[in-house]
């Protein structure tokens, strides 16, 4: 089972920026099999939709709507993915859960960090 450790949720102001960092861990095989991590999000009544994520060779797929402002990276030895948010709006409210994948559906989610935009 992959764990996750979350950091750098909270409250931001319109147009400012916040940084969201995930650990995995895991046995070696599983870490091996993990192809792409990255970042969900969902508010309240919606259902979830992916913000961002990176594969381990490096490519990135982003939601139309953070394009841009937003910025996903990862650290494959270190089994981290960082999401770099920038020009927050207050539709970017939500809870962000940090995720992996093998080549098929995203099967490991973090327990999820509230992020507020708000002025």
């Known amino acids: 089972q992959v764990q996750f450790v979350e950091s750098g949720g909270g409250l931001v102001q319109p147009g400012g920026s916040l940084t969201l960092s995930c650990a995995a861990f895991?046995?070696?095989?599983?870490?091996?099999?993990?192809?792409?991590m990255g970042w969900y999000r969902q508010a309240p009544g919606k259902p979830r939709e992916m913000v961002g994520e990176?594969?381990?060779?490096?490519?990135?797929t982003y939601l139309d709507r953070v394009r841009g402002r937003f910025s996903v990276s990862r650290d494959n030895a270190q089994n981290t993915v960082v999401l770099q948010m920038n020009e927050l709006r207050p539709d970017d409210t939500g809870v962000y859960y940090c995720?992996?994948?093998?080549?098929?559906?995203?099967?490991?989610w973090g327990q999820g960090t509230q992020v507020t935009v708000y002025s």
């Open positions: 990176v594969t381990r060779g490096g490519i990135t």
């Open positions: 995720c992996a994948r093998n080549i098929g559906m995203y099967g490991y």
């Open positions: 895991a046995n070696t095989s599983e870490l091996d099999n993990i192809y792409a």
